[in-house]
T-cell receptor
Framework: EAQVTQNPRYLITVTGKKLTVTCSQNMNHEYMSWYRQDPGLGLRQIYYSMNVEVTDKGDVPEGYKVSRKEKRNFPLILESPSPNQTSLYFC????????????FGQGTRLTVV | DAKTTQPPSMDCAEGRAANLPCNHSTISGNEYVYWYRQIHSQGPQYIIHGLKNNETNEMASLIITEDRKSSTLILPHATLRDTAVYYCIVRPNTGRRALTFGSGTRLQVQP
């Protein structure tokens, strides 16, 4: 079954404690991205990757890092989480081109206290 | 990026067709119209997309006006499980290919 898998689904952490949210896809997609969703602000793109070792900033990259060492994985790293990063996070993947659909993971609800 | 305008909410009776409108008057000639939906706080789910012609798949139909300035998503026989927020998105013609989710339309299917 084609899917994008995120882990963990829920996470409560403290300010400053580094964390990683993993994302894996089994569709051999080149393109992957991370979004965050906040009430009243919709989904906003954090980072994206066009292929292995190729990453770039989205609309709200501050406070986040990503890496793309393998095609299937695209982890999101918060080196020093802050309360304003409390949000619902989604990973997505798609194949190249304009005429393709994006597949989204189930979401990770992060709370930073 | 082309902006989209959707009504904030709509109701539909179960079993009836749900017609969700979207305005995208600044759409460029090679930009596609995509529809996604989000059920509660789950990951957005792709529904359908199109460029110029009307499209139909197992989930829905997409009607795009001839001038491409607006479109309508049609769920032919809405069920309670179709209750969700529906997003109309114009896909930018850039390498970043970010999906810009607006506020969407909250569709409530009534029993």
């Amino acid at each position: 079954e084609a899917q994008v898998t995120q882990n963990p689904r829920y996470l409560i952490t403290v300010t400053g404690k580094k964390l990683t949210v993993t994302c894996s896809q089994n569709m051999n997609h080149e393109y992957m991205s991370w979004y965050r969703q906040d009430p009243g602000l919709g989904l906003r793109q954090i980072y994206y990757s066009m292929n292995v070792e190729v990453t770039d900033k989205g609309d709200v990259p501050e406070g986040y890092k990503v890496s793309r060492k393998e095609k299937r994985n695209f982890p999101l790293i918060l080196e020093s989480p802050s309360p304003n990063q409390t949000s619902l996070y989604f990973c997505a993947s798609s194949s190249p081109g304009l005429n393709t659909e994006a597949f989204f993971g189930q979401g990770t609800r992060l709370t930073v206290v | 990026d082309a902006k989209t305008t959707q009504p904030p909410s709509m109701d539909c009776a179960e079993g009836r067709a749900a017609n969700l409108p979207c305005n995208h008057s600044t759409i460029s000639g090679n930009e596609y119209v995509y529809w996604y939906r989000q059920i509660h706080s789950q990951g957005p789910q792709y529904i359908i997309h199109g460029l110029k012609n009307n499209e139909t798949n197992e989930m829905a139909s997409l009607i795009i006006t001839e001038d491409r300035k607006s479109s309508t998503l049609i769920l032919p026989h809405a069920t309670l499980r179709d209750t969700a927020v529906y997003y109309c998105i114009v896909r930018p013609n850039t390498g970043r290919r970010a999906l810009t989710f607006g506020s969407g339309t909250r569709l409530q299917v009534q029993p």
